[in-house]
């Protein structure tokens, strides 16, 4: 099958519609903290064992910055910072469980938004797309070392 030369752009294209209707059905929830805030929580329920330097690292911002951010989670009672019990030195980020809640919901939400979008697809079409996303996927985390190292390389 030849490739479109317009391949990268229809992605690009899609991909901002999937931001769309991804942000709609956040959008639509009665969210009390800003699109960052979200990713901070879903970065520290991704990595367990975060502190603020590793979630500074994971945002690619300055520790001061990653924990002002980790102030206002804890002020609204969606973040805690709590001790490592394996070393006291060490202050890990742990969700609470309203955070936990707030994440089911949006992920519920945003599930249902792409669904309400698949269903407007073509079965066969839907399994090409499946396809498709789990190959970009593989390809794109097979690359993601390349391209830290061609990054580091440039910086050096």
Avoid: K, Y
Avoid at 77 to 95: I, N, Q, S, T
Avoid at 119 to 137: C, K, S, T, Y
């Amino acid at each position: 099958m030849e490739r479109p030369p317009n391949l990268a752009a229809a992605i690009d294209a899609a991909a901002e519609a999937l931001v769309g209707v991804l942000d709609s059905a956040t959008s639509r929830h009665a969210v009390s903290v800003s699109p960052t805030q979200l990713r901070v929580l879903s970065l520290i329920m991704a990595h367990p064992r975060t502190n603020v330097n590793r979630l500074a690292e994971l945002l690619d911002v300055v520790p001061s910055s990653a924990s002002r951010l980790c102030d206002r989670l804890e002020a609204v009672g969606l973040l805690r910072r709590v001790a490592d019990p394996r070393d006291r030195r060490e202050v890990r980020l742990v969700p609470t469980a309203a955070a936990e809640t707030l994440l089911g919901e949006l992920t519920d939400r945003r599930h249902r938004a792409v669904q309400a979008v698949l269903d407007r697809m073509p079965h066969r079409v839907q399994h090409e797309l499946l396809l498709a996303l789990v190959a970009f996927g593989q390809a794109a985390s097979t690359n993601a070392p390349q391209a830290a190292a061609d990054s580091t390389a440039r910086t050096a």
